[in-house]
């Protein structure tokens, strides 16, 4: 034992009163290659049974003891620029606006987003991590959505018409006139709390039928803060949405950015305040998007289904569902959303078509409104300058948007992530060449473009359409499989970088002539 080597202990080199046995004693050892360098390196237990916590760095810090956020790699320093955006954004919206709910909006959100901003900056600095900043994000959103809604909807209990925009009212009249056996699509509301608004308000109901449930409360209870419809769509979104992106599977950075973009920053908090069935709406089809990605069609159909039949832009979600390959179950997905719009739909029609089709159809595309409510887009402002162009903005729209289905359709629709993508690139394009769009309706393209790259799965395989590019990717790929250059125990010779022939045929098992040795049981 004395006159033994200690290169003859392979997989062991420590100390011999060490409590690991060894059994690999005169082991057979990989020969050593003619160009690529082996080196033996000295391994301990100690080496072998370390914290993982203890393997990574610790943060580098200043002379002062702060962080740097840019070295560490977090996403606060993001979180306090997304902050000022949307304090910005609602200082633009006290400046441009008029509208009194939107000031008061605008002057609560401009202080909670900016001292948002500076408490992101502050964790940044700190190097805080996931949990600081979500707890952040839930007082944020606090202070810019919940508690302003939750006390304009306790002042509307003395004074219906007050703190309030018509999408609210609309919705509750549409409940009381349902509840009275009255088309609420036909039916005018020349009294009650629409009188001292224009006439396109008045006799138009221009959403689905599945929103009047969230005015029938009201309708039925009467006047109370927790009968407001905007209340009841912010419970129901929090309640779908919120358990959706935490089981989306996605890692914690991006489920907070998904929380961030949906309620928390102006692209969500605004809506929470003025409607509300938007944030519900988008809710539902997160849902709806997560459910599939988890293998469970039926409920994703009967989210979105729902969806589609609260709000005509959900409806352009069906075609990227529809034309998935079979067995990811998204042609289940669409049969069963379709089925639940139609059976929501087919009533009002037989009711009365021409009531419906004006109000659902016509009038969100900008018939019987003014034009000087639709300067936000292209197709807006064309509409302003040229009165007469609406019906050929009408017909480029739709003939974009059969380009856009028929690209998709081309390039592969396969998997959730890419049913948001394409989903949400749809919807950009007809609100941009739409004769008439509301600002609120471009959350809807942001939230699914976003949750695109929430639901991607990094670890899927390439397209079909990957060899195409390999020799733009082939030096890339050259530089993360280089050999390090080690100096050779036995022959001196140092480690070459491996050609693109050689990284091609050992990612697909064939090494050409070179042979390596199979590792034989122990033992032998």
């Not at 078509?353 to 009038?363: I, K, S, T």
């Not at 003014?370 to 040229?386: C, E, I, K, R, Y």
């Amino acid at each position: 034992m004395k006159d033994r080597k200690k290169s003859d202990i392979v997989g062991h080199s420590g100390p011999r009163t060490s409590p690991i046995p060894c059994h690999t004693r005169n082991a057979p050892t990989i020969p050593s290659h003619p160009t690529i360098a082996t080196a033996r390196i000295r391994v301990t237990s100690q080496d072998i049974f370390v914290h993982p916590s203890q393997m990574l760095p610790p943060a580098p810090r200043g002379n002062d003891g702060w962080v740097d956020p840019r070295r560490r790699g977090n996403g606060a320093p993001w979180d306090a620029a997304l902050y000022a955006a949307s304090s910005f954004t609602a200082l633009a919206v006290l400046w441009t606006s008029d509208g009194p709910l939107d000031l008061l909006w605008a002057r609560v959100a401009a202080v909670g987003y900016g001292l948002g901003a500076v408490a992101a900056w502050l964790l940044a600095r700190r190097g805080m991590g996931i949990r600081e900043r979500t707890i952040l994000a839930a007082v944020v959103f606090a202070v810019v959505a919940v508690v302003p809604t939750i006390v304009l909807a306790g002042a509307r209990a003395g004074s219906p018409t007050a703190h309030v925009k018509s999408d609210v009212l609309v919705v509750e009249q549409a409940a009381a006139s349902l509840l009275d056996g009255r088309n609420p699509y036909a039916a005018e509301h020349d009294d009650g709390p629409l009188a001292a608004w224009p006439g396109w308000a008045r006799e138009h109901f221009p959403y689905l039928a599945a929103t009047v449930a969230a005015g029938a409360a009201r309708a039925l209870a009467g006047p109370a803060p927790w009968t407001d419809p905007r209340l009841l769509y912010l419970a129901l979104a929090l309640a779908v949405a919120g358990p959706s992106i935490r089981w989306s599977g996605a890692p914690a950075e991006r489920r907070l950015w998904a929380i961030l973009v949906l309620f928390v920053l102006a692209t969500g908090a605004p809506l929470v305040v003025t409607s509300g069935k938007e944030i519900l709406v988008l809710g539902l089809l997160a849902a709806s998007l997560v459910a599939l990605q988890r293998g469970h069609p039926a409920l994703s159909g009967a989210a979105a289904g729902i969806a589609t039949a609260m709000h005509q832009l959900a409806w352009l979600v069906l075609p990227m569902y529809a034309f998935m390959p079979t067995r990811t179950g998204g042609r289940r997905v669409a049969a069963i959303a379709a089925s639940i719009a139609v059976s929501a739909v087919v009533p009002f029609l037989v009711w009365d078509a021409g009531a419906f089709v004006e109000d659902a159809v016509l009038f969100p595309l900008g018939f019987g409104q003014p034009d000087d409510t639709s300067a936000f887009t292209p197709g807006g402002l064309l509409t302003g300058v040229v009165p007469g162009s609406r019906s050929l903005l009408i017909a480029v729209t739709v003939l974009a948007a059969g380009v856009v289905i028929a690209v998709a359709i081309l390039r592969g629709v396969r998997t959730p992530s890419d049913v948001a993508r394409w989903t949400g690139t749809l919807l950009l394009v007809v609100l941009v060449l739409a004769p008439r769009v509301r600002l609120a309706y471009l959350a809807l393209p942001v939230n699914l473009l976003l949750w695109s790259q929430l639901l991607r799965d990094d670890r899927s395989r390439q397209s079909p359409r990957s060899e195409a590019g390999r020799r733009w990717r082939w030096p890339l790929a050259a530089f993360a499989h280089a050999e390090t250059a080690l100096p050779s125990s036995s022959s001196g010779t140092v480690a070459r970088v491996k050609s693109p022939g050689e990284i091609e045929r050992s990612s697909s098992g064939r090494t050409g002539n070179e042979t390596v040795p199979s590792a034989r049981p122990r033992g032998e």
